[in-house]
């Protein structure tokens, strides 16, 4: 079964860090850009952050840019979101999700992860 | 980057109904564009691709047409299960943009 499941998340203060991780399963991860998306509440669809099937290229949305790390191992099919100094409009669900054609940095997405939720709250 | 703007914000209809969802883009994005459906507390799911080819397994009630900058996604016998928000996509060029969505309730 082709799926991507996330993990991490939580509510963190501000100025906080914390680590999503999105586990492949089902296909040949290491063939598959993977980006992550996130959604604030009935809000719409906001790309992130994309890394390479082969980790060799990475882009950061301009509004975490310099805040945000992404990498991926793999070895374990998971790639991994690292938010630092996060603010109270990073709150939102983030999803994970792989470019439905390998070794494309980027076009149409699918599976997608469950989603996770990231409150920033004191 | 490329905007993205759907019309309506929402619309409600009758079983067996035919609702038209816009989508415009900001640029010509030629005939890369997307729809996905997302149902409450899901992801998205991608319905069509390239315009207006089908994603494996999706029903023929959706139906997407245009080029350019100006899209449009029908489904038509609306059925109970498409009550859900419905989002386009450009992936024309870098970074990829969404739709702000619009959410179809059947009545």
């Known amino acids: 079964q082709v799926q991507l499941v996330q993990s991490g998340g939580g509510v963190v203060q501000p100025g906080g860090s914390l680590r999503l991780s999105c586990e492949a399963s089902?296909?040949?991860?290491?063939?598959?850009?993977i980006h992550w998306v996130r959604q604030a509440h009935g809000r719409g669809l906001e790309w992130v952050a994309l890394?390479?099937?082969?980790?060799?290229?990475?882009n950061i949305a301009d509004s975490v840019r310099g805040r945000v790390k992404i990498s991926r191992d793999n070895g374990r099919n998971t790639v991994y979101l690292e938010l630092n100094d996060v603010r109270p409009d990073d709150t939102a669900i983030y999803f994970c999700a792989s470019v439905d054609t390998p070794k494309v940095a980027w076009g149409w997405f699918g599976p997608w992860g469950q989603g996770t939720p990231v409150t920033v709250s004191s | 980057d490329i905007q993205m703007t759907q019309s309506p914000s929402s619309v409600s209809a009758s079983v067996g109904d035919r609702v038209t969802i816009a989508c415009r883009a900001s640029q010509d994005i030629g005939t890369w564009l997307g729809w996905y459906q997302q149902k409450s507390g899901k992801a998205p799911d991608l319905l069509i691709y390239?315009?207006?080819t089908l994603q494996s397994g999706v029903t023929s009630r959706f139906s997407g047409s245009g080029g350019g900058s100006d899209f449009t996604l029908t489904i038509s016998n609306l059925q109970p299960e498409d009550s859900a928000t419905y989002f386009c996509q450009q992936a024309n060029s870098f970074p990829v943009t969404f739709g702000q969505g619009t959410t179809v309730e059947v009545k």
């Open positions: 890394i390479s099937y082969d980790g060799g290229h990475k």
């Open positions: 390239r315009v207006s």
């Open positions: 089902g296909f040949t991860f290491s063939n598959f850009a």
